[in-house]
């Protein structure tokens, strides 16, 4: 457990932010058929700093620290930012392509590549119990995207592809120090995601005129939502085990479900389910797995197993 851990509170934040980032999405699916995914992820950065910098301002912790700007870690922070900008494109184009909720479930295959990635990066030993459960999970993506059918499009790799680079920002996350604040780490994160995001948008042919003050108005809420929920989501995840929190993600498929038949009628039913299910009990499969192994490891220090 972590010094500090305050579980009930993590708990309350990350589910705001999972609404934060449905109502992000939201949007980007609005303002899609106008401006490309590399341009909204531009605005979304330059909007979000805004958010990080008034948490990093009221930060108690970084005012005790002396108001350092500089961390150590630095460099694994900026490519943290990196890693965001490509997650962000493949999942706005996703968002843009697809229907929302179906796009939204197959990012959820982020907590598989989460599992998988902390073996080479955080050193844990990954046994029986959690490989079966990645490979439930993504026998689950298997079967939304459908591959080898009819229904099968390619764009579906583009939400894959936004999980996997995801879970590498979750888990860089967790390599950071842990005295550094959660503002600093994020504000970090967000200027190299805005820096690169406006790199891609150059490169896809630049950023569109906006088309109208109502579009302005939405792009602004946007990155507010967006920036919003990330701070929330580093600071949840830095007061807790992420054990602890994972179970409440899998809340945001039924709302994704919810959200895109309210706002754009869809009702992807055949094509969510049952891989949804699978998906969220491979990730339900590895929480359990991590909570039975932290009650093991209190008792028995070198029982850690599977």
Same mark, same amino acid.
């Given at each position: 457990?972590?010094?500090?851990?305050?579980?009930?509170?993590?708990?309350?934040?990350?589910?705001?932010?999972?609404?934060?980032?449905?109502?992000?999405?939201?949007?980007?699916?609005?303002?899609?058929?106008?401006?490309?995914?590399?341009?909204?992820?531009?605005?979304?950065?330059?909007?979000?700093?805004?958010?990080?910098?008034?948490?990093?301002?009221?930060?108690?912790?970084?005012?005790?620290?002396?108001?350092?700007?500089?961390?150590?870690?630095?460099?694994?922070?900026?490519?943290?930012?990196?890693?965001?900008?490509?997650?962000?494109?493949?999942?706005?184009?996703?968002?843009?392509?697809?229907?929302?909720?179906?796009?939204?479930?197959?990012?959820?295959?982020?907590?598989?590549?989460?599992?998988?990635?902390?073996?080479?990066?955080?050193?844990?030993?990954?046994?029986?119990?959690?490989?079966?459960?990645?490979?439930?999970?993504?026998?689950?993506?298997?079967?939304?995207?459908?591959?080898?059918?009819?229904?099968?499009?390619?764009?579906?790799?583009?939400?894959?592809?936004?999980?996997?680079?995801?879970?590498?920002?979750?888990?860089?996350?967790?390599?950071?120090?842990?005295?550094?604040?959660?503002?600093?780490?994020?504000?970090?994160?967000?200027?190299?995601?805005?820096?690169?995001?406006?790199?891609?948008? #150059?490169? $896809? @042919?630049?950023?569109?005129?906006? /088309?109208?003050?109502?579009?302005?108005?939405? !792009? &602004? *809420?946007? %990155?507010?939502?967006?920036?919003?929920?990330?701070?929330?989501?580093?600071?949840?995840?830095?007061?807790?085990?992420?054990?602890?929190?994972?179970?409440?993600?899998?809340?945001?498929?039924?709302?994704?479900?919810?959200?895109?038949? #309210?706002? $754009? @009628?869809?009702?992807?039913?055949? /094509?969510?389910?049952?891989?949804?299910?699978? !998906? &969220? *009990?491979? %990730?339900?499969?590895?929480?359990?797995?991590?909570?039975?192994?932290?009650?093991?490891?209190?008792?028995?220090?070198?029982?850690?197993?599977?």
């Amino acid at each position: 457990m972590r010094p500090n851990d305050r579980t009930g509170l993590a708990i309350v934040l990350s589910l705001l932010a999972l609404t934060l980032f449905d109502a992000m999405g939201l949007v980007i699916k609005h303002l899609s058929v106008t401006y490309t995914a590399a341009e909204l992820s531009a605005w979304r950065n330059l909007f979000g700093i805004i958010p990080a910098v008034i948490a990093l301002v009221l930060s108690r912790k970084w005012h005790n620290a002396g108001r350092r700007l500089r961390i150590r870690q630095w460099k694994l922070a900026l490519m943290r930012g990196a890693v965001v900008t490509f997650a962000q494109l493949f999942f706005y184009m996703s968002l843009g392509l697809m229907a929302f909720a179906t796009a939204s479930t197959i990012t959820y295959a982020n907590a598989l590549f989460m599992t998988a990635l902390a073996v080479p990066l955080l050193g844990e030993k990954v046994g029986w119990v959690r490989w079966s459960a990645v490979l439930i999970g993504f026998v689950g993506v298997v079967l939304v995207m459908k591959p080898g059918s009819d229904a099968f499009t390619p764009v579906a790799l583009l939400p894959l592809a936004a999980a996997a680079f995801y879970a590498l920002v979750t888990v860089q996350a967790r390599q950071m120090d842990d005295d550094v604040p959660s503002p600093l780490v994020n504000l970090y994160s967000s200027v190299a995601a805005l820096f690169g995001a406006i790199i891609l948008a #150059l490169a $896809f @042919g630049g950023f569109s005129p906006i /088309a109208s003050w109502s579009d302005l108005g939405w !792009i &602004a *809420a946007m %990155g507010a939502f967006g920036g919003t929920a990330v701070l929330l989501l580093v600071i949840s995840y830095r007061m807790t085990e992420p054990s602890n929190l994972a179970p409440f993600s899998y809340f945001g498929i039924p709302l994704a479900f919810l959200l895109g038949w #309210l706002f $754009f @009628g869809e009702t992807p039913w055949d /094509a969510l389910f049952p891989g949804a299910l699978l !998906i &969220a *009990a491979g %990730g339900l499969l590895i929480i359990w797995r991590e909570r039975h192994r932290s009650r093991i490891s209190a008792t028995r220090p070198d029982a850690a197993g599977n």
